[in-house]
């Protein structure tokens, strides 16, 4: 191993761990990959058409389970193609529709059997760990750093959850990376459809390509369009698409976890929902970020920083829901924790640098 390159021991040691990470869950889980997909015992529609798509029992969570179960269903029906069929089951299918292009990979366009995406979710996941290392790891090496810094993906607690969950978090955080890669290296053409699709995979990841434009519009006085306008366009007409296939359920709020009131989820979690220690270490370690991260891409010419900055906006327009579990707030935020890791190590850079006299 020590005749490959840095990136290639890089790439290797983060499929190490997320491997690793995935069989921990799995071993316990009667190797069952359902254990990923995160059915809700309280969830019993959705649980029964995949079960029923399997022709098996899944392995279930306690309550309603959480976000892998909505992209098995879609990895189904991928193109909603069928809404009656499959979409009816999730509930805000509109807004969870609007991230397509996890499951559309899960499912093969529409072409793998319900068998084979419950592996494809989870596998999708790993990938998802290594690429996202290597990108990251690729840009601390355009700023001197070791591309070891790259770990700062695959260790991303945020990102580990998603991967315990099928989560679309992963895929899209690397995508967004990849694309802050292609602006390092001048390919602001691969930059944009890495963008793009890193927002059809999570919708917030506009925010991340909205604050790479306005920092790209404050240092060099330009409005990126050609980076910025394809993730937005993309999201439009694919969220057009989805008004035309599906019927919003009526006098339901498809969007729940943000609020117009700044701050006003993180009050009530803190007041109301937090649990245990665990839970106030990481608002602690959180509320941190959102000042940090700001503060350092002010001098930051650092594409992924500027664009984790969004993520620090959105933070106190989160709503309860978000807030109050650590879990979810950690995934909610990744970026912010891997961005901070790549200022870190710049920062310490810099420290060690000789100061030449004037």
Same mark, same amino acid.
């Given at each position: ?10 790439? %290797? ?6 491997? /690793?990470?995935?069989l921990? !869950? ?8 359902? /254990?990923?997909? %995160? $059915? ?10 995949a079960?029923?798509?399997?022709? &098996?029992?899944?392995?279930t969570?306690i ?5 892998g179960?909505? $992209? ?19 509930d805000? *299918?509109?807004y969870?529709?609007? &991230? ?16 084979v995406i419950?592996w ?10 290594a690429?996202?290392?290597? #990108? ?7 700023h001197? !750093? ?9 260790v991303?607690?945020? !990102? ?27 390919r ?7 963008? #793009? /699709?890193? %927002? ?12 790479? *434009?306005l920092? @790209?519009?404050?240092?060099?006085r ?5 980076v ?26 498809q ?16 007041t ?8 106030f ?6 509320m ?9 891409? @002010? ?6 920083? @500027? ?6 906006v959105?933070?106190?327009f989160?709503?309860?829901?978000? @807030?109050q ?5 950690? &995934? *909610? !935020? %990744? ?12 920062? &310490?850079?810099?420290?060690?640098e000789?100061?030449? *006299?004037s």
């Amino acid at each position: 191993m020590s005749r490959l390159s840095p990136s290639v021991r890089l790439v %290797a040691v983060a499929l190490l761990l997320a491997v /690793a990470a995935s069989l921990r !869950l799995l071993s316990v889980s009667d190797w069952d990959p359902t /254990a990923f997909t %995160a $059915f809700g015992e309280d969830a019993v529609e959705i649980t029964e058409y995949a079960e029923t798509k399997l022709g &098996r029992e899944v392995k279930t969570r306690i309550l309603q389970g959480h976000d892998g179960k909505y $992209f098995f269903v879609q990895a189904n029906d991928p193109l909603v193609l069928e809404p009656e069929e499959n979409a009816t089951v999730i509930d805000r *299918a509109l807004y969870r529709s609007q &991230r397509m292009f996890y499951p559309l990979l899960a499912g093969g366009a529409g072409l793998f059997s319900a068998q084979v995406i419950v592996w494809t979710l989870i596998l999708i996941n790993i990938v998802g760990l290594a690429v996202g290392s290597w #990108a990251v790891g690729q840009i601390a090496v355009r700023h001197g !750093l070791s591309a070891w810094w790259g770990l700062g993906f695959v260790v991303n607690v945020g !990102l580990l959850s998603e991967l315990y969950i099928d989560g679309a978090g992963i895929l899209a955080f690397a995508l967004v990376c990849l694309g802050a890669l292609a602006l390092e290296d001048g390919r602001p053409g691969w930059a944009a459809a890495a963008f #793009a /699709a890193g %927002a059809l995979t999570r919708e917030v990841m506009l925010a991340f390509v909205g604050f790479v *434009a306005l920092f @790209w519009l404050i240092r060099r006085r330009k409005i990126p369009w050609l980076v910025a306008l394809p993730a937005a366009l993309a999201v439009l007409v694919w969220g057009i698409y989805l008004r035309l296939r599906i019927v919003p359920e009526p006098d339901v709020n498809q969007v729940q976890e943000i609020t117009l009131i700044p701050f006003s989820g993180f009050i009530e979690a803190v007041t109301n929902g937090m649990s245990g220690i665990g839970d106030f270490l990481l608002m602690f370690i959180v509320m941190c970020l959102i000042v940090l991260v700001p503060l350092r891409a @002010w001098k930051s010419d650092v594409y992924l920083t @500027w664009g984790a900055v969004g993520f620090a906006v959105l933070a106190p327009f989160l709503t309860v829901f978000v @807030w109050q579990k650590s879990f979810d707030i950690s &995934r *909610a !935020l %990744a970026p912010l924790v891997t961005a901070f890791l790549i200022e870190f190590a710049l920062a &310490r850079k810099r420290s060690r640098e000789p100061v030449l *006299a004037s």
